[in-house]
């Protein structure tokens, strides 16, 4: 038994519990699994409720959001039905902000989307997938109905899977079996009257996406005939994955990164279940296209990704460079102190070139990978707006500036980071304080004429960021070098591979020659085996390429985003002494005007004060808090990255005895068969 | 035997038809049983076809010469073949007499027995001295026995330049050079120099006509540093002269093995050298790597200088780095010298068949003198009233050019045949050495490879000591042992080859440790030393054992 079936035992053995009266199909061999992983069950149970209230939280910081008339507008219906359950917050949480537009587009309009085109069945954002369901099984009320959808449903899968899977779909088939349990469950019950049962029930499927998504991606790679009844059947599904799944790590598919992925495993394998997990998240990043003309040139990437963390489970998208840099700028801005995987550099020059966009083609999905498997990014907002928005250009634009992350306005350098006012004092006071022109704009004014060296002077307290800080430019320094060097190592490879080939060309001319016939054989397997000592010289190198060098790419590219983070750092405590300064004059004029308290100036300045102070203290606690969390993150992303660095080390290592042991083949063979 | 005789535009002045079933008689008679002869008799055949028929009247003698030619050729070969004991026909009238002693009557048997270097920096490099021991029974040499006998590089240059304009019948071995890319202070290339001229001393001796040469004897019973050549040669044409009959287009030749000869050797006088010139090129650019990947390696040292591992694999990079570089040189001195020589002495080989053509576009001019001064001869013959003044005069010319005509044919023979000889001798030499160039090319190249796997293995499982779950143990490789002598290449074979009984040509204890060994080894000892002090108190390098820095 593998993981895999732990996993999924839960679900049959509750479904036993709850269901058994409308089913009796659940085998008895599920029976037995499940009673074997009832410790499983439990921890799931355990996980779900930390999940839950992580995302009570994530409620709360997206707080002001919530305000913006346009954006609640598809979620606040969702809230008004529902009970305070934990459950609600998480549908709510992870049901995002929503395409005002969705309202329209949602019910019967959906079907003759999803006919159109496979894309559109899931880009075309479906609102609340609760309501989404009334609509369709308003449609067909008899529970018959869809009994008789859900069986065609389970012997649709063996056409489209092979015989190899036999095993797995013997499994796929019982859990269809357990949907059709809450589906007739569904249609049995009216819709919305007993919402919390239906939570509950919700909470059972946690883990059923394991199989699905794999089905469902079959259904998109193969032949993707959107028939309706599949259709219905995907809405049936969805509210099933509205919830986070555990064990995200171990189900998630073969295309995540695999050094992660297999790291993880062994982490969840040796310790207990660490507190956040990821969801299963699968991002991919392709075609990319020239777009535009002349001045407007532009590529165009192609981004899908799949995850239930999506309220259609699946989003495509077509994103360009620039936009990978506001995901990250935008990232940056919604979790401070956080290391954001960056994005590949900027370059003006040769931005067309095939290899130059492969290259950052794979840098871009590689980031994206990162971000999804990350706990706490992979349900930003944000985010899941990249992953979704048809509308992105104005879309982003009108986010960045509800945040103030000046991610629109990009600088080149990764490691340059701007503190959103926004983000700091709350949206009200950051109006007036940009108003004025900015936190530090105060501390300007007036004193211009005066001289600068008035101006405070941030002087980081705490040793662990200025030895660190150094740590890292040193590293960076050093790490670029490497890089350097190993590009020029690359280069003088295929150099050599090139001559190698000329040589080898030479010495077939001269075994034509045909001074006699050993001769010319001798020489021309010589000239084989330099042919051959070529080709391994150039797959080496690309080799090289690949591990090292784009090992190394990487790390000094989030070398340049936790340099970031200690740039949020220093502005921030830039910010709390330009504030502290501001204040400390304000409370001795405030002093000064002591005597007549009542006047009109006093309550004036005395206003001034407050407001001070209160943006003194939340900056302050924002200071504190982003170094506690950069002394977290940094210690996480120096083991991971020394891990990486060392598995690439050893990974070109193999790589070279690999080639280095093909060499020695060639040359014994050769004088074997010819000396 | 190549039965259609060649076109001859003299065919038709052939006065003396008897003259050939004359010699077709005579050959059998002389025939041996040894089939390798048997080759150069049906030549030898073809050649008095093309001689009998050049001939005129007067030719009658030298045909007689052409088949104690025959015999004579044919008798030389069967002794450099088998030995075999066939009296030899006395006569002054051998074309090769040289090569007509049954039992290589003269031998000259040279022993390089050492090679010195002195002088200036050019003179070292340029002008080595080459230190032999000769025995001979040459009549030519004034002693049997000659011991510790030094020659400069100079002398042996000069000595070659004589004899290869003077004897124009051979292929005379050009020198080896003088130095080799193993740079000149290095044992190897003490031994590859002194080997060389050993080849090319027996070379040397194995042509009868070169050793018989007076000018060989001159040249080593004189003092050290005194030769110059004797006799002097004068070369058949040289400067613009060679240079704008180079440009004629060769002329008729009836041996298809020379006439092919020209244009082959040519070829390989000229590939050999682009082939130098691109293998030249591939050992540049791999030096080029080799100092990218010192960089590349010593950035890694630097990367951080208290880890460990980063050290051992920075200095196992630019160890690798440093094989590179000798194989870099290896190749060059191996395959590159080799060519050298090649490209050298095809340039001589064809320099030696051009004389040739030379030769014979003299010949033809003789004969045409001659067929003008025989139609003179018959035109005073048919008149009356003669002049005997005259007369004798025109006979005298006739003799002249007759005598001149007889000369050249005589040459062109001798050279004729030698060349046909020796252009096999050549042949094989040449695969014979390319051969074992790229031998010796091959055999350093699996040395030196084998060594960089020694290395890369080395660091192998310092790596893998980092992080026991990390690395390849991610693919499922968990097997693969943590110690240190894990080495795929074993007394027993390699690991990766299932053929057990295929053991490689070079001693596994000499790929097991490198040039590098030492350096490599001090110090991490040395670093080893230091750190033990320090390893149970100090966490941070217990840390950096493990492959994290502490930053």
Not at chain 1, 25 to 32: A, F, M, Q, R, T
Request: negative net charge; aromatic residues 8%.
């Amino acid at each position: 038994m593998d993981y895999e079936d732990n996993l999924e035992a839960p679900v049959w053995d509750e479904l036993n519990h709850e269901g058994d009266k409308t089913q009796s199909l659940v085998s008895n061999s599920i029976e037995s699994i499940g009673q074997i992983s009832t410790n499983e069950e439990r921890k799931d149970n355990e996980l779900l409720e930390t999940t839950a209230s992580f995302a009570d939280k994530i409620d709360l910081d997206s707080a002001p959001e919530w305000k913006d008339p346009g954006l609640s507008v598809a979620g606040n219906p969702q809230l008004e039905e529902h009970d305070n359950s934990k459950a609600d917050d998480l549908i709510n949480s992870l049901a995002p902000e929503q395409d005002p537009i969705a309202d329209l587009k949602n019910s019967t309009t959906q079907f003759i989307a999803t006919r159109e085109s496979g894309g559109a069945l899931f880009t075309g954002n479906a609102n609340s997938p609760l309501v989404f369901d009334d609509t369709i099984y308003d449609a067909n009320t008899s529970p018959n109905t869809s009994k008789s959808i859900s069986g065609r449903r389970s012997g649709k899968p063996r056409i489209l899977f092979d015989s190899a899977r036999a095993q797995r779909n013997s499994k796929r088939n019982h859990s269809l079996k357990a949907k059709r349990t809450t589906a007739s469950d569904d249609t049995i019950k009216t819709p919305f009257t007993d919402p919390l049962k239906k939570a509950e029930k919700e909470n059972e499927f946690v883990e059923e996406p394991l199989d699905d998504r794999n089905e469902r991606r079959e259904n998109n790679e193969g032949k993707f005939t959107a028939s309706v009844e599949k259709n219905i059947l995907e809405q049936v599904d969805r509210p099933l994955y509205n919830l986070p799944q555990t064990g995200a790590n171990i189900s998630s598919p073969a295309e995540v990164e695999e050094n992660s992925e297999k790291f993880g495993k062994t982490k969840i394998g040796s310790k207990v279940p660490p507190t956040e997990k990821a969801v299963a998240f699968k991002v991919e990043v392709k075609d990319p296209v020239k777009v535009g003309e002349l001045t407007s040139i532009h590529v165009e990437y192609t981004v899908i990704s799949e995850s239930s963390l999506l309220e259609l489970k699946y989003a495509q998208v077509s994103r360009r460079y620039r936009d990978f840099r506001w995901l990250y700028r935008q990232l940056q801005n919604n979790h401070w102190g956080k290391v954001i995987p960056p994005p590949p550099e900027k370059q003006s020059v040769g931005s067309f070139k095939e290899n130059f966009i492969e290259n950052r083609r794979f840098q871009m999905e590689s980031m994206l990978k990162k971000i999804c498997q990350d706990p706490v990014l992979q349900k930003d907002k944000d985010f899941l707006l990249f992953l979704t928005s048809d509308d992105f250009s104005s879309e982003s634009k009108k986010r960045a500036f509800l945040t103030g992350s000046g991610a629109i306005n990009d600088s080149n350098d990764l490691s340059e980071v701007r503190i959103s006012e926004i983000q700091l004092l709350g949206a009200e006071d950051a109006a007036e304080v940009l108003k004025n022109g900015g936190i530090d704009a105060e501390s300007h004014k007036g004193f211009m004429s005066i001289s600068f060296s008035s101006l405070p002077k941030y002087n980081e307290a705490d040793e662990f960021f200025i030895e660190k800080k150094q740590k890292i430019d040193e590293l960076e320094d050093n790490l670029k070098k490497l890089s350097k060097s190993l590009e020029m190592v690359d280069t003088s490879r295929n150099t050599l591979a090139a001559s190698t080939e000329e040589f080898s060309s030479m010495v077939e001319t001269l075994a034509s020659l045909n001074v006699s016939e050993p001769n010319s054989e001798l020489l021309n397997n010589f000239a084989d085996v330099h042919k051959s000592i070529k080709s391994s010289l150039e797959r080496s190198s690309l080799q090289e390429t690949l591990t090292m060098g784009v090992m190394l790419d990487d790390y000094i590219r989030s070398l340049a985003s936790v340099k970031a983070i200690f740039n949020q750092r220093s502005k921030l405590g830039y910010f709390l002494v330009v504030i502290e300064n501001d204040m400390n004059k304000k409370h001795s004029q405030l002093g000064k005007l002591g005597q007549n308290i009542h006047s009109e100036k006093f309550r004036e300045m005395r206003k001034e004060f407050q407001t001070l102070e209160r943006r003194y203290n939340l900056t302050k606690k924002q200071w504190q808090a982003v170094g506690d969390k950069i002394k977290d993150e940094f210690q996480g992303f120096s083991t991971d990255k020394i891990r990486e660095f060392r598995n690439g080390m050893e990974i070109s290592l193999e790589a070279a005895i690999e080639s280095q042991k093909e060499c020695i083949e060639l040359w014994e063979t050769f004088y074997q068969t010819n000396l | 035997m190549t039965s259609a005789v060649p076109y001859d535009p003299y065919d038709d002045l052939d006065n003396n038809p008897f003259a050939e079933p004359q010699e077709e008689d005579s050959e059998p008679a002389a025939t041996t049983t040894d089939g390798s002869s048997s080759m150069s008799e049906e030549r030898v055949g073809t050649e008095q076809t093309a001689a009998s028929v050049q001939d005129n009247g007067t030719a009658n003698n030298i045909q007689n010469g052409l088949g104690e030619e025959g015999n004579a050729t044919r008798s030389k070969t069967s002794n450099e073949h088998n030995e075999n004991q066939q009296p030899s026909q006395p006569s002054e009238r051998v074309i090769l007499p040289e090569r007509s002693d049954e039992k290589k009557k003269y031998t000259l048997l040279a022993k390089v027995t050492g090679l010195e270097r002195f002088g200036s920096a050019t003179g070292k490099k340029e002008n080595p001295t080459i230190i032999f021991d000769c025995s001979t029974n040459l009549p030519t040499f004034r002693k049997q026995q000659y011991k510790n006998v030094k020659k400069s590089y100079e002398e042996f240059h000069q000595l070659f330049k004589y004899l290869n304009v003077a004897i124009q019948e051979s292929f005379v071995p050009t020198l080896p050079s003088a130095y080799t890319t193993f740079g000149i202070n290095s044992e190897e290339d003490r031994m590859k120099v002194t080997r060389n001229f050993q080849l090319w001393f027996n070379r040397l001796s194995q042509d009868p006509l070169i050793i018989r040469n007076e000018e060989v004897a001159f040249f080593i019973e004189s003092d050290f540093n005194t030769y110059t050549p004797i006799n002097k040669s004068k070369s058949l044409a040289s400067g613009l002269k060679r240079k704008t009959l180079k440009q004629l287009a060769p002329p008729y030749d009836e041996i298809t093995e020379l006439a092919e000869f020209r244009p082959l050797v040519k070829s390989i006088y000229v590939v050999s050298q682009s082939l130098q010139e691109k293998l030249l090129r591939v050992s540049r650019n791999r030096k080029m790597m080799v100092q990218e990947e010192n960089a590349f390696g010593q950035d890694f040292v630097n990367l951080d200088e208290h880890n460990k591992l980063y050290r051992r694999y920075g200095k196992i990079l630019t160890a690798v780095g440093d094989i590179d570089s000798i194989i870099a040189t290896m190749d060059m001195a191996t395959l590159y010298d080799g060519l050298e020589w090649i490209v050298r002495d095809a340039y001589a080989v064809k320099e030696a068949l051009t004389n040739r053509h030379f030769i014979m576009r003299n010949l033809v001019q003789a004969q045409q003198n001659s067929k003008a001064k025989q139609e003179q001869a018959r035109r005073f013959r048919s008149r009356r009233d003669i002049n005997p003044m005259k007369i004798d005069e025109a006979l005298r010319q006739l003799k002249a050019a007759a005598k001149n005509e007889q000369v050249l044919t005589l040459k062109l023979q001798r050279i004729t045949s030698n060349m046909i000889i020796e252009r096999k001798q050549w042949i094989s030499w040449y695969e014979e050495w390319i051969r074992s160039s790229i031998k010796e090319f091959t055999l350093r190249k699996i040395e030196y490879e084998r060594k960089k796997l020694t290395l890369l293995e080395r660091v192998r499982s310092d790596i893998r000591k980092a992080d026991e779950n990390g690395g390849l143990s991610r693919l499922g490789r968990h097997a693969v042992s943590n110690n240190n002598s894990d080495t795929s290449q074993t007394l027993k074979g390699d690991s990766w080859t299932g053929e057990s009984n295929r053991k490689s040509q070079i001693p596994i204890n000499k790929i097991a440790h490198t040039e590098f060994d030492d350096e490599l080894f001090t110090e991490d000892d040395g670093y080893n030393s230091q750190d033990s002090d320090t390893t149970s108190l100090n966490a941070r390098h217990a840390a950096s054992l493990l492959g994290m820095s502490t930053k």
